[in-house]
């Protein structure tokens, strides 16, 4: 099987370019801080509704 990944890549080369692995960790970390940001905030508490009695 690689060597068929290699005769077919030598006859038509990846038009695309390889991302260089910093680029796409920066690109990881982006995404990262935008879901950080929607996120809500940790350190706010949550308030919980009053239990009715008697109901």
């Known amino acids: 099987m690689d060597s068929l990944h ?3 890549r030598s006859i038509r080369p990846e038009t695309k ?7 796409v ?3 990881f ?6 879901l950080q940001r929607q ?3 940790a ?3 949550m308030r919980r509704k009053a239990a ?4």
């Open 6 to 8: 290699d005769v077919l």
């Open 17 to 23: 370019a390889a991302k260089d692995h910093l680029t």
């Open 25 to 27: 960790f920066r690109e």
């Open 29 to 34: 970390l982006a995404h990262l801080d935008a």
């Open 39 to 41: 996120a809500p905030h």
């Open 43 to 45: 350190h706010a508490p």
């Open 52 to 55: 009715r009695r008697g109901k």
